[in-house]
């Protein structure tokens, strides 16, 4: 009996030390860095909650901590300027991260920011919809926006959309809504309406999408956000601020027959993909393609010379999303993106297949955008 209990005690010891070895029992490291370059309040976030409000440039460490191989992710929420954020993602070693460098500078005193590539990320919660909601509804997403890529009426493109997860009912709208001018919180007109894509949780923008001068204005500033509405709450059940700066890797390429190897296909379709990847976790936030390839086999993302091999595949294929003849094509939600350093090394595209052409009839080198 007792050389049993010394066995038992002894099994106990060994587990409970390779689960400190590789793990750890209590989170314990902790996530700082520093913010400069501000010219008033900011908002510095870890993996999408967590905030420490500042009132202006210095240090901040997250009372949070986490455990050995927990990824982390710091984004900041600054609507008076444009910021780049350094070492802000990544995975916890065994010694606290203080090296998160965000640095800032305001549209105000660099007026060439505005002209930049915009990419803002959201959290979406029922406690940020006024008044809140109670609700175990959410959602994650995004928009990419270049100022310098007008239509027609001089009006600036927008692509992105939203994930959603948790709903008890179906949404009855989604759309991005322009909170009043100076006042982010308060509630506001939709502006530009989201398509609900047929596996009911994608909800991306129409390929027509575009902010006027005012509405371009207030994403530099902070006042549009995501809202999501359902029959038991009118007027938003879930809503986020498109806001975060930093943490996501994104890209927002044309899709075409020119750029399909290793021969062109001389194919009249054409088409737009979009992705932004947590760069912590490398799950996707928000990925499509919109396409107008008829009778289209498959879609996904590849990687590698040539025609090259899928490393995603985007399952949900979809006719006339719009009603207007464009297709689309999107991906599981809650897919992860296998390399993050093959996003980075350029060697990722998007391509659509077809029964004419099953090795690609139209693709679109994916670039990371910088931000």
């Known amino acids: 009996m007792r050389r049993k209990r010394l066995l038992g005690m002894s099994l106990a010891v060994t587990i409970a030390l390779a689960l400190a070895s590789c793990h750890g029992t209590d989170a314990q490291f902790s996530i700082g860095g520093n913010v400069s370059g501000t010219n008033g309040p900011v908002v510095v976030r870890l993996n999408g909650a967590n905030d420490i409000n500042m009132n202006g440039d210095g240090d901040f460490t997250f009372s949070t901590k986490l455990l050995q191989n927990d990824t982390f992710n710091v984004q900041i929420a600054n609507p008076t300027g444009r910021c780049t954020v350094q070492n802000g993602a990544g995975t916890v070693a065994q ?79 989604v759309s991005i809504f322009e909170a009043p001018k100076g006042n982010a919180g308060g509630n506001g007109p939709a502006i530009i309406p989201l398509i609900l894509a047929a596996d009911g949780v994608t909800a991306v923008l129409p390929p027509d999408a575009a902010l006027d001068t005012n509405a371009l204005a207030a994403l530099f500033a902070g006042e549009l956000y995501f809202n999501v509405s359902t029959l038991a709450h009118a007027s938003g059940e879930i809503r986020g601020a498109i806001e975060l700066q930093g943490g996501m890797g994104a890209s927002a390429p044309s899709v075409d027959e020119s750029q399909v190897l290793p ?6 379709a054409f088409g737009a993909g979009v992705l932004m990847v947590d760069r912590a976790t490398s799950k996707i936030v928000i990925s499509y393609i919109q396409h107008t390839v008829v009778g289209a086999l498959g879609a996904g993302i590849n990687t590698g010379s040539g025609a090259g091999t899928q490393v995603l595949g985007f399952g949900n294929l979809q006719n006339s999303f719009d009603g207007h003849g464009t297709n689309l094509a999107t991906p599981t939600a809650g897919s992860v993106l296998p390399s993050l350093a093959d996003f980075d090394n350029n060697l990722l595209f998007f391509n659509v297949t077809s ?16 931000q």
């Open 355 to 370: 029964t004419t052409f099953p090795g690609g009839e139209i693709r679109g080198n994916i670039s990371p955008l910088p």
């Open 263 to 268: 021969m062109r296909t001389n194919s009249t």
């Open 95 to 173: 010694a606290n991260v203080n090296d998160v460098n965000i640095s800032c500078a305001s549209y105000a005193t660099s007026p060439a920011g505005l002209l930049q590539i915009v990419v803002r990320s959201s959290n979406l919660s029922g406690a940020h919809v006024n008044p809140a909601v109670t609700t175990s509804a959410t959602a994650v997403g995004g928009v990419i926006v270049d100022p310098t890529d007008t239509d027609a009426s001089g009006n600036v493109r927008i692509v992105g959309g939203l994930v959603l997860s948790g709903f008890a009912n179906p949404p009855t709208d």
